[in-house]
């Protein structure tokens, strides 16, 4: 039976990648120690879903293990040599890191480092996919043409008509400081893959979600808005007018192409993996999304200051994805997805 290593396995793409592939009779291996209830308090506890993986999984194996122990992974993966490692566990939030940058840089940077050299010593030959993110980009989108419509920002040049692809500078720029510990894992798997030849990718994330989202204030903004519809909570809106728009992708879309990559390996490839622009929305449009599926009022109040590096308008191009794996496509439009949240949070907040 392949095996498979999934880190973060209870956060939400882990659980995911965790399911979608238990499908293919994989014996599946998770990495989680609840470390996000630390970084995001106790609205951000997964443990529910590390809880739920046990029950349907019959060859689920948890490990409550942290990627910063490094002599706890290199032990692991010699252990169990996985044919395959799906790297998810991170400090996910972009404002949190400049209150832990020691976890937040030890988590997403050395973490990774500290899985990278353990896949070399025990199975050079295994996928690697690592989650980065497009915030490794930093606020350089923002310095794009805009033109401002009525409920959105877009981008004004033609060039840039289907989204951002991964040929878009990285550098100097201001990045959040958890953007920069993402640059140092996401230029390291490439390495790995260049240096080494091992075969990995780096799919550089929008906006990740669907139902099995423990969103809060500081990540995971869909989730986390449409939680504050069903309970009648104020969102609040930092700057851009609630124009900002990001793409939105829903973590079975995900999951499917880091499956599709599994099973075509390339070395140190990037991608840019997001809604594209057919899954995007500004708040102002999805304060409207939640209400058509909760049949609730949306309320909210603007806060007139961007979080710092925040971006006004970012959708992804797909192009490169689709050339590299046409099997693969979007299933899930924006409506389908909130309409998932909006049940899923029905039942998780009851
Ligand atoms: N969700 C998004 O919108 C988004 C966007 C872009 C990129 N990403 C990236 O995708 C990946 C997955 O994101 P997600 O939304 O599923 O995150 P998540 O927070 O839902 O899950 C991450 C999991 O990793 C675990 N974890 C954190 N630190 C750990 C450590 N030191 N040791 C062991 N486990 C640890 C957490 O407990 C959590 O269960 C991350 O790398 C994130 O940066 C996410």
């Not at 878009?168 to 230029?187: C, E, N, P, R, Y």
């Not at 893959?193 to 075969?199: A, E, H, I, K, L």
């Not at 496509?329 to 909130?338: D, P, V």
């Amino acid at each position: 039976m392949p095996i498979l290593l999934v880190t973060g396995s209870s956060g939400l793409i882990g659980s995911e990648v965790c399911r979608f592939f238990a499908r293919e009779d994989f014996a599946i291996h998770g990495v989680d120690n609840n470390q996000r209830a630390c970084f995001l308090g106790s609205a951000g506890d997964t443990r529910w879903n590390q809880a739920r993986l046990g029950k349907e999984i019959p060859n689920f194996v948890h490990h409550e293990l942290d990627i910063r122990d490094r002599q706890g992974v290199l032990d692991l993966l010699a252990k169990i040599k996985p044919d395959g490692i799906i790297h998810t566990a991170a400090q996910p939030s972009h404002d949190r890191a400049a209150a832990i940058p020691f976890d937040d840089f030890d988590t997403n940077a050395v973490g990774t480092l500290n899985l990278l050299e353990a896949a070399r010593r025990a199975c050079p030959e295994s996928p690697f996919i690592h989650m980065s993110t497009n915030k490794v980009y930093g606020d350089r989108p923002n310095t794009l043409a805009l033109k401002e419509l009525e409920t959105r920002w877009d981008y004004a040049d033609k060039a840039y008509e289907h989204g951002i692809a991964e040929d878009f500078s990285i550098d100097q720029s201001t990045h959040s400081l958890f953007g920069a510990s993402k640059v140092a894992a996401d230029v390291m798997v490439q390495e790995y893959g260049r240096y080494f030849r091992m075969p990995s990718c780096v799919l550089r994330g929008g906006c990740l979600t669907g139902p099995n989202h423990s969103g809060v204030e500081l990540h995971g903004f869909l989730s986390y808005l449409v939680k504050c519809n069903l309970e009648g909570k104020e969102y609040r809106v930092f700057g851009y007018k609630g124009k900002q728009v990001r793409d939105n992708i829903h973590s079975e879309d995900v999951a499917r192409f880091i499956h599709s990559f599994f099973h075509a390996p390339r070395v140190a490839e990037v991608y840019n993996l997001g809604g594209g622009k057919d899954n995007s929305c500004s708040l102002l449009e999805a304060f409207k999304l939640a209400e058509k599926f909760s049949g609730k009022p949306m309320k909210y109040s603007y806060v007139d200051e961007s979080r710092i590096g925040d971006h006004i308008c970012y959708y992804s191009d797909l192009r490169k994805m689709k050339a590299h794996y046409p099997n693969w496509a979007i299933t899930k439009s924006l409506e389908q997805t909130i309409s998932e949240i909006v049940e899923s949070w029905k039942t998780r907040i009851s």
